[in-house]
Structures are given as structure tokens and as C-alpha cells.
């Protein structure tokens, strides 16, 4: 299970595996004539199984420049995601496809900077706003942590401001 996209004006992919112990995630970009293809990729365990901190898991981002660039982003969704779009801060925006409680996307001439706080932005079924993430903030970095509800916690450092983390379906 999981998503896989391409690009066909440029020669690059992003793929999701996922199954109940953890995920393999990777994208590649092929390079002009004898140069050497560059990507990124990631596998491991689900660190809380089926808790999510929040609607949105960010599981692999790799960008072209230190702080911007292009990217290309998987992760995983609740079943409350329909819709994710990763807002540049800009103006500008690019949908992410959402199956199967994963997402991916890739941006192609994005110029992105991390001074313009790019977010990944998701969407219930009726099309509201139902969470916001910087892109470029490490979990581990995240401003709240997320407990189970039954007070377990799963995400971050246990402080006052913990939300409750989220199902992961699929």
C-alpha cells in the first residue's frame, strides 16, 4: 500500500511502501547525460503504530536546496485527510496525492524558501481546514505534542499544550 507519482516533463519519482510494521519511502531524480541520479529515502518502524501527530506525518522530504528548492514529500494521513496541499507561502501551491492513508508530492520550478514558512495544509471531505504543518520542521521539532486519548504520550514532550494525536486508517 501506498502512493507512487512521476514527473514526465522531468525524470523523477517518489514512492510510499507501507504496511503494519513500518514504511520504505524514496525518491529519485535522474540527472542529464552522464551525471549521476540524486534522491533521497528513508525505512523504519512506525514509531506509535497507528497514532499520528496530528492529521499529517511527514515521512520523507528531500529538497534541491539547503533551505528550498524543489521538494519532494511522502507521508501519512488520517481518515479525516481528503485533500493535502503544500502552501510555498508565496501565494503559490501544489496539490499532494492522498490514497490509501498515505500522500506524496513533488514540485517542479517551485523556487520554495524556508523564510516563507511553506505548510502542509489538509482538508476534511467538506473542504475545511483541519491542519496545518511547517514543512520544513522536524517532528521531533514540533510546537505541541499529541497523546492518545487516553492520555498516552506518543508524540513530543508531555507540557499543557498536548493535542490528542490522531488514528492513522488506511
Given amino acids: 500500500m501506498g502512493v507512487q507519482i512521476s514527473d514526465t516533463l522531468f525524470p523523477r519519482a517518489l514512492v510510499l511502501f507501507m504496511n503494519d510494521v513500518g ?5 529519485v531524480t535522474l540527472a542529464g547525460r ?7 529515502g528513508g525505512t523504519d518502524r512506525w514509531p506509535h503504530g497507528g497514532w499520528l501527530p496530528g492529521p499529517v506525518q511527514r515521512l520523507l522530504l528531500t529538497s534541491t536546496e539547503a533551505d528550498g ?12 485527510v481528503h485533500r493535502v496541499v503544500l502552501d510555498h507561502g508565496d501565494g503559490h501551491t501544489t496539490l499532494a496525492r492522498v490514497s490509501g492513508g498515505a500522500f506524496g508530492l513533488m514540485t517542479t520550478g517551485a523556487r520554495l524558501k524556508a523564510d516563507d514558512d511553506p505548510q502542509l495544509v489538509s482538508y476534511d471531505a ?8 511547517p514543512l ?4 521531533d ?3 505541541h505534542c499529541y497523546t492518545t486519548p487516553a492520555g498516552e504520550l506518543v ?11 490522531e488514528a492513522w486508517e488506511r
Avoid at 34 to 40: D, F, L, R, Y
Avoid at 126 to 133: K, L, N, P, T, V
Avoid at 157 to 162: A, G, H, V, Y
Fill in 23 to 27: 514504511y520504505a519511502t524514496c525518491d
Fill in 34 to 40: 552522464n551525471q549521476e541520479p540524486s534522491g533521497g
Fill in 69 to 80: 528548492g524543489d521538494v519532494s514529500v511522502s507521508g501519512r494521513v488520517s481518515g479525516r
Fill in 126 to 133: 467538506e473542504g475545511a481546514e483541519i491542519g496545518r504543518r
Fill in 136 to 139: 520544513f520542521q522536524a517532528e
Fill in 141 to 143: 521539532q514540533l510546537t
Fill in 155 to 165: 508524540y513530543g514532550r508531555l507540557s499543557d499544550n498536548c493535542r490528542t494525536a
